[in-house]
């Protein structure tokens, strides 16, 4: 712990540690490893909490102080999980990187959270302007990523006006000024199915559970385009000119966030 501690004040962050209480009733998959950012009277600070029932090792792999971000991994046997934290805006953050991308590097671990799309716009680029928030490319806002879309398929009649921007695990939603979405797949959203149910899933459940909870129709990964402002408290406002494709950031891939959805 004496390690961990030393690398995030070297990030600039102050570090807790915690152990994960198990439930009375025992969940279907325990959980080992949470990470999360939890404020006191002192401000920020991240909260690592482990389940002491299971051995996992945590190692700190890079550090960069002037970007304030670090690279985590955290390795059980052969499994291993990596999670960029760091620093961006006005908050810190933790995002979990796909295992299909083993970084070391904090450079690597910025790179591995873009969407395809971006990477391949970004390769014409210098590597110093590939991880600003906004460069030729694209425009960053937390994990959101805005991709120029000057040929969008946009029907006008259809454009919606501070539309709310989220994905399924919550969190305060992003608000474009001009929102215009096709495609994706219609799901069935309650409080029970964050992540949606389709249509036949839908049907197939009992007329009291369908009675009982609150249902919300969305679009599950749906095609989206915005333009003008997006709006978020945590973030600088930003103003795009012309319609941009919205892409979200890959943490989806990652085991730790394999649950997640982005819901429209």
């Known amino acids: 712990m004496d390690v961990l ?8 962050a102050r570090v807790k540690f915690a152990s994960i209480t198990p439930p009375r009733l025992r ?7 949470a990470l999360d950012v939890r404020e006191d009277n002192r401000g920020e600070y991240f909260l690592v909490s482990r389940n002491p029932l299971i051995a996992i090792e945590l190692v700190v792999l890079d550090v960069q102080p002037k970007d304030r971000h670090l690279v985590l991994m955290s390795r ?19 995002a979990a990187i796909p295992e299909a991308t083993p ?36 425009i960053r806002q937390g994990e959101w990523f805005f991709v120029p879309a000057m040929d969008a398929p946009v029907e006008t009649l259809m454009v919606l006006r501070n539309e709310p921007l989220v994905r399924s695990n919550g969190g305060k939603p992003h608000i474009c000024q001009e929102l215009y979405r096709f495609g994706g797949e219609t799901v069935y959203v309650s409080s029970t199915a964050p992540n949606g149910l389709t249509e036949a899933e839908y049907a197939a459940l009992s007329d009291h559970r369908r009675r009982s909870e609150h249902w919300r129709v969305m679009r599950r990964n ?9 709006r ?24 730790a966030m394999r649950d997640i959805a982005f819901l429209d």
């Open 103 to 138: 970084v070391s590097r904090v450079r690597d671990a910025m790179h591995a959270l873009k969407p395809a799309a971006v990477q391949v716009g970004e390769q014409v680029l210098r590597l110093k302007e590939r991880n600003r928030r906004s460069n030729a490319a694209r």
């Open 222 to 230: 749906p095609k989206v385009f915005v333009r003008g402002s997006v």
């Open 27 to 33: 969940p279907r998959v325990p959980v080992e490893l």
């Open 76 to 94: 059980k046997g052969t499994e291993k999980h990596r999670y960029l934290l760091g620093h961006d805006e006005r908050h810190w953050f933790v």
């Open 5 to 12: 501690q030393r690398a995030f004040e070297k990030m600039g």
């Open 232 to 255: 978020h408290s945590d973030h600088k406002t930003v103003v795009l000119d012309g319609w941009h494709e919205v892409l979200s950031n890959t943490e989806h891939l990652s085991f």
